[in-house]
């Protein structure tokens, strides 16, 4: 399984410019007085048409100690490598690129490094095919942390590869 993260602008150019080490998410259902353990390893349980209980996967996350609920983490879970998405367009045939990634005939601009007034057809990060990725980043490690009253996924990524698009 390919796994990637979805960047916005300012995290992009902290990764062009070396100046990005932790990406932060809030996490989504866990309010600030509320108690948990982890991130780590939690074996997964799921119930069958039947009702009954058999063993799911694996998964990294948070949960509160009895197991009730529990969390997943946005980032997967430390060591994995992620492709970067960004907001890009395919750009056919003009000659214009910027900080572009070819692959055979498509062409493709990045939208944090285009002059304001570039007019393209700007597509969503989450449509990005993994050869128009020009970075991957390690997951080095996952923590939990209470950033200005609000619990925070806090990873903190290396940059793997500049130029990273798949084939």
Do not use: H
């Not at 932790?22 to 309010?31: A, F, M, W, Y």
């Not at 609920?69 to 395919?90: C, D, N, Q």
């Not at 990060?125 to 991957?136: E, I, N, V």
Request: charged fraction near 20%.
């Amino acid at each position: 399984m390919i796994n990637s993260i979805i960047l916005n602008a300012e995290e992009v150019r902290g990764l062009l410019y070396g100046s990005l080490s932790r990406i932060v998410r809030e996490v989504k259902g866990l309010e600030p007085g509320d108690l948990f353990i982890g991130p780590d390893w939690y074996e997964s349980v799921k119930v069958d048409s039947y009702g009954e209980l058999y063993a799911g996967p694996s998964v990294f996350c948070i949960s509160d100690e009895n197991g009730e609920w529990s969390i997943k983490s946005p980032f997967s879970s430390p060591g994995t490598v992620l492709y970067v998405r960004e907001t890009f367009a395919e750009i056919d045939g003009c000659g214009f690129i910027i900080g572009a990634c070819i692959n055979g005939k498509d062409k493709v601009v990045y939208k944090v490094d285009a002059p304001d007034n570039l007019y393209a057809k700007w597509q969503s990060p989450a449509t990005m095919p993994l050869w128009a990725s020009r970075f991957s980043i390690v997951n080095k490690s996952v923590t939990v942390e209470q950033i200005d009253g609000v619990w925070c996924w806090v990873m903190d990524a290396g940059v793997v590869e500049i130029g990273a698009g798949g084939e």
